[in-house]
């Protein structure tokens, strides 16, 4: 008999903001439990440190690259594959509730699911800029005027919004969501019969403006955070994408404690997804369906949350605070299970294909994950090398995302990627062990030392005694892009 597969997903979560994790100011006790029954990859990666490039990746098991997928614009073709539709095709009923990012909004979601809910339910919602895309959020009086506060004075580029007065206003469409799945965990308990379920939800938090509500946003001990990375103009040799938006940003002026309070609310907007967690989690064990479902928890990318002095991320640069994600896998009742925190070296890459071994079926195209069961066993060993990619060839203004004015909390980031320079252009981060080198095309190459220089501030690329671990991820590189740069269509066509 198929089990059960629920996928719960953050935006913008960064794996060093759990407690199991090592953060000493985190409160996520229903992640951490599930160290207890399942694993934790604490070297999971994402392919790419924004929302469409990234989940066109996981939710079809290709890589950014192959189809050209990264910019915030170009989401699936219908070419393309989806493993929502192949779930839909292999017996599992599939419910998505919440964020898109995926299936441009011009075209039906019919073909990758049974049902579709936005989380968006009431009338005053308004269009906000987010990641040069709309957002849609609840703009009542109050989050009006939080909102008109962050974009006033040296808050512009910071997003910082700070304690919500209720759960009414901003992240009210994530309540919505986790209500509509509990509400449909009920209704597949009271069944006799039926398929067995795939659940995507998929939340906004901790996505920003950095927003929380109480009791989480009064939670969180400002005290016991952990050391913020330095400003990234006092460090040499880093990506010229973050010297740009560090420039714009205007947060270099800013104290200690004002970033604290950003900090600590980012990290109550984790506590808060935790909670919801929580309710997943309850609801499936009170309708006794908690033994036969997986469960799998991480996030699209991550978020340098003040980390160099900069927020949100980049496009194409790859420090862990935003490509070093969450990926915890609670497997069903039967399924063989080591519970732990793994050093293995995983890809949201391979999604798709641990939840078709997981649905007992083998996908019907070409991609190019690795089911992360044998790891769930108990292997340590997953890849030997894992990449996270982005960034255009000069002259690629498509990729640019124009238009977006000084109004926006995102110019200085999409300003920056609109020049001609070296900002915006392509790189290729590969981890291998301890090493992580960023390949670049038209600037400097990086290569840290994680063991020595978690923080990653101290380039190798150019040291000489480096050369020899240069040339060995080089190489490796070199195979990935064979193996991967493209694949023949399943799909025959008539000469």
């Keep these: 008999m198929k089990k059960n597969i629920?996928?719960?997903?953050?935006?913008q979560m960064r794996s060093d903001s759990m407690a199991h994790r090592g953060n000493p100011a985190s409160i996520t006790p229903n992640l951490d439990a599930l160290v207890e029954e399942g694993v934790s990859f604490e070297?999971?990666?994402?392919?790419?440190?924004?929302?469409?490039?990234?989940?066109?990746?996981?939710?079809?098991?290709?890589?950014?690259?192959?189809?050209?997928?990264?910019?915030?614009?170009?989401?699936?073709?219908?070419?393309?594959?989806?493993?929502?539709?192949?779930?839909?095709?292999?017996?599992?009923?599939?419910?998505?509730?919440?964020?898109n990012d995926f299936v441009p909004a011009d075209k039906p979601k019919t073909e990758h699911c049974d049902e579709y809910y936005d989380g968006e339910t009431d009338e005053n919602t308004r269009d906000v800029i987010s990641d040069g895309m709309s957002l849609s959020i609840d703009m009542n009086e109050d989050t009006k005027r939080l909102y008109k506060k962050m974009l006033s004075g040296d808050t512009h580029y910071s997003f910082y919004m700070g304690k919500l007065p209720d759960r009414e206003g901003y992240g009210k469409a994530d309540w919505n969501c986790v209500e509509k799945a509990l509400e449909y965990i009920d209704r597949k308990g009271k069944e006799k019969e039926g398929k067995p379920f795939f659940v995507y939800c998929t939340l906004m938090f901790p996505h920003p403006p950095y927003a929380?509500?109480?009791?989480?946003?009064?939670?969180?001990?400002?005290?016991?955070?952990?050391?913020?990375?330095?400003?990234?103009?006092?460090?040499?040799n880093k990506a010229s994408m973050l010297y740009g938006i560090n420039e714009k940003q205007k947060l270099n002026e800013w104290t200690e404690e004002r970033f604290d309070e950003l900090r600590?609310?980012?990290?109550?907007?984790?506590?808060?997804?935790?909670?919801?967690?929580?309710?997943?989690k309850e609801k499936l064990k009170e309708t006794g369906l908690y033994d036969e479902t997986n469960l799998l928890v991480f996030s699209d990318h991550g978020d340098y949350t003040g980390d160099y002095t900069i927020t949100e991320k980049a496009q194409n640069c790859f420090e862990d605070p935003i490509s070093n994600v969450p990926l915890l896998i609670k497997p069903a009742k039967g399924v063989p299970v080591k519970p732990r925190i793994s050093k293995a070296q995983v890809e949201l890459v391979d999604i798709p294909a641990t939840v078709a071994e997981l649905g007992g079926f083998d996908l019907s195209y070409t991609q190019f994950g690795k089911s992360l069961l044998a790891s769930v066993a108990g292997a340590e060993e997953h890849k030997d090398a894992v990449f996270c990619e982005g960034g255009r060839i000069h002259g690629e203004t498509q990729a640019m995302e124009s238009g977006h004015g000084p109004e926006s909390p995102y110019w200085p980031r999409l300003s920056t990627q609109c020049s001609e320079g070296p900002e915006h252009t392509k790189a290729l981060m590969c981890r291998m062990g301890k090493y992580k080198y960023t390949m670049r095309l038209y600037e400097q190459?990086?290569?840290?030392?994680?063991?020595?220089?978690?923080?990653?501030?101290?380039?190798?690329a150019e040291l000489p005694e480096y050369q020899e671990v240069l040339v060995k991820m080089q190489q490796r590189i070199t195979r990935f892009y064979m193996e991967t740069t493209d694949f023949v269509p399943n799909k025959r066509d008539k000469r």
């Design 6 to 11: 629920f996928l719960f997903v953050a935006d």
């Design 264 to 280: 600590g609310t980012y990290l109550a907007m984790v506590s808060r997804f935790d909670y919801q967690l929580g309710l997943i």
């Design 212 to 236: 929380c509500e109480d009791p989480w946003y009064s939670s969180i001990d400002r005290s016991k955070l952990p050391e913020r990375r330095p400003n990234v103009k006092d460090i040499p």
């Design 445 to 460: 190459d990086e290569l840290y030392d994680l063991e020595q220089d978690p923080m990653e501030i101290k380039n190798l």
């Design 43 to 99: 070297n999971a990666y994402c392919q790419n440190p924004v929302c469409v490039p990234s989940r066109n990746s996981f939710l079809t098991g290709l890589y950014p690259h192959t189809n050209g997928h990264r910019t915030m614009h170009y989401l699936r073709r219908e070419e393309e594959p989806s493993i929502l539709k192949e779930m839909k095709e292999n017996g599992y009923e599939v419910i998505w509730i919440g964020r």
